[in-house]
């Protein structure tokens, strides 16, 4: 793999991370925001209040969908850049 091909490919991963990093970040503290709005603070799950637990639980899901999505869009760019495996 010649050098342009080589930084392009790491420019796209780059992107694709940071892309997904934001989107983990702004699910993570907008939904805290979010639900502590739509709950009121009486409310609780397991002792915790209500919209700690589903911020909380949002941000895992969130991250485990993010996974597999990295997962796909990588193997979509290295068979673009042809570097699978």
Do not use: C
């Not at 907008?30 to 009121?40: M, R």
């Not at 941000?59 to 699978?84: H, P, Q, R």
Request: aromatic share 16%.
């Amino acid at each position: 793999m010649d050098r342009e091909k080589l930084e392009a490919y790491h420019r796209a991963n780059i992107t694709v991370i940071t892309v997904l990093l934001i989107i983990w970040a702004l699910v993570s503290y907008g939904g805290a925001l979010i639900a502590k709005a739509l709950f009121s603070a009486k409310a609780t799950i397991f002792g915790f209040p209500a919209h700690y637990w589903i911020s909380a639980q949002l941000s895992v899901i969130t991250f485990v969908v993010e996974i597999f999505v990295y997962a796909w869009i990588m193997n979509n760019l290295d068979k673009k850049y042809g570097v699978e495996e």
